[in-house]
């Protein structure tokens, strides 16, 4: 849906909640078996599952919902425990799951590892790994959360378990991954290491597709930005203005390059922290305490954050700050050298911080440092993921060159017959990134 109708601009929450009540319209109408929600960064994917979920319940349809992961079930039941205290809430689990506070806090909810242990409860929640465990009960709904981040293998397992479905998830970020080799099965429609989504919709192109228009995490500065590497057919936009959101310094510093480069962030929403071009090991000791000098001179610096949750300004602490890179040994790393000083910092991997969010990210490039560009490092997803986890502001570190290193390295990726076409290309979204960093000089 266009956000502009009648030469009006409509404003954001009022564009999403049309988007949000033509969803429901069409879980509501029974004409569908699937209906798809592809949502950008910080758009409400949760709180629409929740919305959803809800509703259903209320008209007296019993509903299970899948996540992928342990801390996605307990982050849903939370939220649906908050929203309708009164429903009853089953959390399906492995037999050595510790209920977590979030699941404890709730009365409502029960926790067993067998269906018929939770006493019919009128929302069932659990991962994929564990719902495929599941032989016996088929429920007339399903909603798949974050589900281009689900093997279309897992779907299969489950899919014998409910009726009708609502799929939401982030088409731009991380794919499915795999540890064995899966070249045997590329090209076949059914490709499990296809998302839920995808083969879906290969199967099923006339199921409704809705796309959530609106950003809420994301400032405006971010926004266009994003969508433009990483969403280019679709786009989206900032829920908030360039007045809504401030990132200010209180404490002054020394006036190195770091401070330069926190400065520029704290003002335009975006830095690059620039070491020499030079090819290195993948754990780039330098780059890894750059990394870590830009997080703990954001804290000596006493970043205060204003945005529309709180007008009156928050304090930046060290949990409100993360450090993303793509490999674990980087992530070592970059907490050896934050020492006692970054205690409290988040620093992890993009495929650990995807769905997670913060008011100032450092991102050690993908690409910084290395000699040819490999279609992990290319991967559209992981450089999506590490630059839209932020509220205020985000922070590159990379060596200089990048933009030299995709020139001499286009995209070699053999062309398979049957495989669609992936947009975007990793290239020529890392492409967009770099530019739009060098061109503006946001960098130290």
Partial sequence: MEHVLAGLE?????????????????????????????????AGKSTLVVRAAVELAAAG??????????????????????????????????????????????ATVRVAAKVADLGGPAVIIGTAAKWATVSEGCWPWAIVDEAYQMRSDALLRVA?????????????????FSTVDTTRWTGLSWDPMQSAVAVLLRHNPELPVHRLPVSWRLPSSAAPVVARAFYPFTGFRA?????????????????????????????????????????????????????????????????????EHRPAGAPVTADRIAVGAAHRDQAAAIRAQLGAAGEGITVDTANRLQGREYDVTIVLH?????????????????????ASRHRHACIVVARDGIADLLDAHPSTEP??????????????????????????????
């Fill in 10 to 42: 409509l404003p954001p929450a009022v564009e999403a909640e049309w988007v949000i009540r033509a969803v429901l319209a069409d879980l509501r109408s029974g004409e569908h078996r699937g209906v798809v929600v592809d949502s950008p960064p910080g």
């Fill in 366 to 386: 993908p690409l910084s440092g290395r000699r040819d560009a490999t279609a992990f490092h290319l991967e559209s997803g992981r450089l999506c993921v590490l």
């Fill in 61 to 106: 349809e019993t509903l299970i919902i899948v996540a992928q992961t342990n801390e996605q079930v307990d982050d849903l039941i939370d939220r649906l425990a908050r929203k309708a205290p009164e429903l009853r809430i089953g959390r399906l689990s492995a037999a050595d799951y510790q209920p977590s506070e979030r699941v404890r806090g709730h």
């Fill in 160 to 176: 014998g378990r409910f009726e009708r479905a609502l799929f939401v998830g982030d088409p731009g970020q991380l794919d499915p």
């Fill in 415 to 444: 062309m398979h017959l049957d495989v669609p076409v992936k947009f975007p290309d990793g290239w020529e979204a890392n492409h967009s990134m770099i530019n739009y960093l060098k061109e503006r000089g946001l960098r130290s």
């Fill in 239 to 307: 829920g908030t203005g360039p007045d809504d959101r401030a990132l200010s310094l209180t404490k002054a510093g020394p006036g190195d390059a770091v401070d330069s480069t926190i400065e520029v962030a704290a003002a335009s929403g975006w830095g690059l922290y620039e070491l020499p071009e030079r090819q290195t090991l993948r754990t780039d000791v330098e780059a890894a305490a750059a990394c870590a000098a830009l997080a703990v001179r954001l804290l000596e610096r006493g970043a205060v954050a204003v945005s």
